[in-house]
């Protein structure tokens, strides 16, 4: 979706074809590779940096650390250099001081050998590298001084972001630098404002139209910075305006089921069954729950907390809260491993207590499928558990009042929408994760949902310690892995599961429990299996045998990343860690730590590690913070790349904003855009009208998407 801010003019409308220096063909590769097909495209397709065009380098101060520079040079001569494997063209720049530069060009070769002239002074731009130690420039940019395209004077020139197809066709930076100053120059005046007047003037924004000029021709930094300031304002405050008001239409148009009573199953349970006294953080939220189910309004909350920080205990509650006002309630859950194992902690839960529950997954019997669709249909069944099984349309409720959604983002869009619909007036609505996600990225993402926070965790966890090691200590891990089982305790062995590597990925786990049953030989050791290729009785065996404490070792691929509960496993070893993001490597983590005895982590990979992923283990082994290592998430790879987003993506394409980094300004159009609302919460005020008519022509697509939950 392009952001479609409402510049009331049609000559933005106008195809990108049109604009001088274009044409059809052009048009075409912008299409496909930027999505550009508008002038207003172009114009909001924002530079990713600057470069100050007053510097201009000798050639004899330029070294391969330089970012991006500009030097003057004539050409001194070429070389040409044709062997079978590498052809490419060298040419030699100098100046007046004495140093001498190569310029390197692999493609389009004789076009630039017939175009360079020789003894002719050119303007080069490029980014410095250094090859078998000589500093060269490969593909720079050039012109010849005198003959600059005439483009709209600024001393910070704007660099786009290409591709390679668009470079291998010239058209790059400069390209982009003509086709922006045509653009505007045609266009300037004619660009419209796009936020009321008394926005602007209140919160101190330049205009649209000098935005926008100077975010692509900075007429000095402190206008770059204005014009950055107003297009992020905008940006993030027409997203915050919009999902906002899809707030409160909702919860003036959706009524609600009203559960004001607490009543026996609720008691008995908190008496009789509950062990243990729960943290500040369930009371907290279980109080923000009970409130939305004292309104009349239908709740939609999404509830995040670490892995075993007690989210499902707190459903459960609610569950019963639900139940004892006579109503049914369902949980599901991505995976038949995690559907079975809250059935198996809910009926251990509600031992003695007279609750129904029911479990329904692909491999339900269909004896057993008839016995739960009649015990639903006549409302004996309390808590339906269960996958996918549970939104086919066959499943009819008599009275659904609370649906809990675990691990939502495992769920798509409709999916988690069609539970909705399972009643006449939409069930109260719970989604969990134990993705933590950093709070600019839920403020966006779910900004229109009402957010419970569990940051606490029970008491009496250690922390888990997470070491990062190479293949040269596996002896000496596996001797601790001895003690730990000689204690009793258990361990996982994880390894990566990629789909687009699915074969390497299963012989790496094959070759991995051969290894494990040789240093860990039965009868002495039991070793068992999960992988996703295996069927879903033949997983359950599996992992039920590791959950009863029957083998010391289970050997799995990421499935059991999500919800397992085995308190008594204390080891959790990661093979090819760098494989994994950081939050899975979080959630995999959190699979151990769930019982009182102190708990390990160890990340195995290679030595050979990118950046990034060097990073990704320094971190795990430095915090055990489920927040922590989300907003770090979102710093190293950006937010469209954050686990637990990719399937729900996020909703706009943001242009110029990011979450990482911009948090602050997300705060503030957030409380601009409450306050409006607050005043004017269907903006029919007349100071209003162009939010609402704006709210109105580009976010439309985003009212469905908040249909949610
Ligand atoms: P989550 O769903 O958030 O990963 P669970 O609800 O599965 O966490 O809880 C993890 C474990 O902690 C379970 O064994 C649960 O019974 C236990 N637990 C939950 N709340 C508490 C508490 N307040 N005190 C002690 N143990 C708790
Ligand atoms: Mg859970």
Redesign the pocket.
């Known amino acids: 979706m392009q952001p479609d801010f409402a510049v009331d003019n049609m000559i933005l409308e106008t195809e990108i074809k049109f604009l001088a220096g274009i044409g059809p063909k052009r048009a075409e590769m912008l299409k496909k590779e930027l999505g550009i097909s508008t002038f207003k495209d172009m114009l909001y397709t924002f530079p990713f940096r600057y470069i100050d065009r007053t510097k201009f380098y000798k050639i004899n101060e330029i070294t391969e650390d330089l970012p991006y520079i500009q030097f003057k040079g004539k050409i001194t001569h070429i070389e040409n250099i044709e062997t079978p494997r590498n052809k490419r063209l060298i040419a030699y720049a100098a100046d007046d001081s004495g140093g001498e530069i190569q310029l390197v060009f692999f493609k389009g070769i004789k076009w630039i050998k017939d175009k360079l002239k020789p003894n002719t002074e050119y303007n080069f731009f490029g980014k410095p590298n250094v090859f078998r130690g000589q500093v060269n420039i490969v593909h720079p940019e050039m012109e010849i001084v005198g003959d600059e395209t005439n483009l709209i004077n600024s001393n910070i020139q704007a660099v786009y972001s290409s591709t390679e197809l668009l470079k291998d066709n010239f058209l790059g930076t400069k390209a982009f630098n003509k086709f922006q100053s045509a653009l505007l120059t045609l266009v300037y005046d004619k660009i419209g404002e796009t936020l009321p007047e008394y926005i602007t003037t209140q919160y101190k924004l330049i205009s649209l139209k000098d935005a926008l000029l100077n975010i692509h021709f900075p007429q000095s930094p402190d206008l770059l910075k204005k014009a950055q300031f107003r297009l992020k304002f905008e940006e993030l405050f027409y997203i915050q305006l919009s999902l906002l008001s899809q707030r409160l239409n909702r919860m003036e148009k959706n009524s609600g089921f009203i559960f004001p009573k607490i009543g026996d199953s609720f008691n008995n349970f908190y008496k009789n069954n509950l062990a243990?006294?729960?943290?500040n953080a369930?009371k907290r939220v279980i109080k923000e729950i009970r409130k939305n189910f004292a309104t009349g309004k239908q709740m939609n909350r999404l509830l995040q907390?670490?892995?075993?920080?007690?989210?499902?205990?707190?459903a459960l509650i609610c569950m019963l809260i639900a139940i004892d006002n006579g109503f049914q309630t369902c949980i599901m859950a991505p995976t038949e491993i995690l559907a079975n194992q809250h059935y198996q902690?809910i009926c251990d839960f509600m031992t003695g207590i007279d609750i129904n529950i029911k479990l329904l997954t692909g491999s339900t019997k269909k004896s057993e499928r008839k016995i739960i669709d009649s015990d639903l249909t006549s409302g004996k069944t309390d808590i339906l558990i269960g996958t996918h099984a549970l939104i086919e349309d066959t499943v009819q409720f008599k009275n659904l009042g609370f649906v809990v959604i675990?691990e939502q983002h495992r769920f798509g869009v409709e999916q988690r929408a069609k539970l909705r619909y399972k009643n006449v007036i939409s069930p109260h609505v719970l989604v969990?994760t134990?993705t933590p996600i950093p709070r600019t990225l839920a403020m966006t993402l779910y900004g229109d949902l009402d957010i419970s926070t569990?940051d606490e965790l029970?008491?009496?966890r250690k922390d888990i310690k997470t070491s990062h090691l190479f293949e040269n200590k596996r002896l000496r891990l596996f001797g601790f892995m001895r003690e730990q089982i000689k204690l009793g305790h258990q361990i996982y062995v994880v390894y990566p599961l990629i789909k687009e590597s699915e074969k390497m990925d299963y012989k790496n786990l094959e070759d991995g429990y051969f290894a494990i049953t040789q240093a860990f030989p039965p009868p002495d050791y039991v070793t068992c299996v999960v992988h996703g290729k295996m069927k879903a009785d033949e997983k359950d065996f599996s992992m039920n045998y590791f959950a009863s404490g029957k083998a010391n070792i289970l050997v799995a691929t990421s499935v059991i990343e999500v919800?397992v509960?085995v308190?008594n496993a204390s080891v959790m070893v990661i093979e090819s860690a760098e494989r994994f993001g950081l939050s899975q490597l979080h959630q995999l983590r959190?699979r151990v730590g769930?019982g009182a005895e102190q708990s390990y982590c160890f990340l195995m990979s290679d030595v050979k590690l990118s950046n990034e992923a060097r990073k990704r283990m320094q971190l795990m082994v430095r915090t055990n913070n489920g927040f922590e290592v989300a907003e770090e998430d979102l710093k190293l790879r950006g937010p469209g790349d954050i686990e637990g987003t990719q399937q729900s993506g996020l909703p706009f394409n943001l242009r110029i904003s990011n979450l990482a980094q911009d948090g602050a300004i997300l705060e503030y159009v957030r409380r601009i855009a409450n306050e409006i609302l607050n005043e004017d919460n269907s903006l029919e005020l007349k100071k209003n009208s162009l939010l609402r008519e704006i709210l109105n022509k580009n976010f439309k697509k985003s009212i469905d998407y908040s249909a949610i939950s």
């Not at 907390?305 to 707190?314: A, E, I, P, Q």
């Open positions: 243990f006294e729960l943290t369930q907390g670490d892995v075993g920080s007690g989210k499902t205990l707190v902690t675990d969990m134990a569990i029970p008491p009496g919800g509960n308190p959190g769930r």
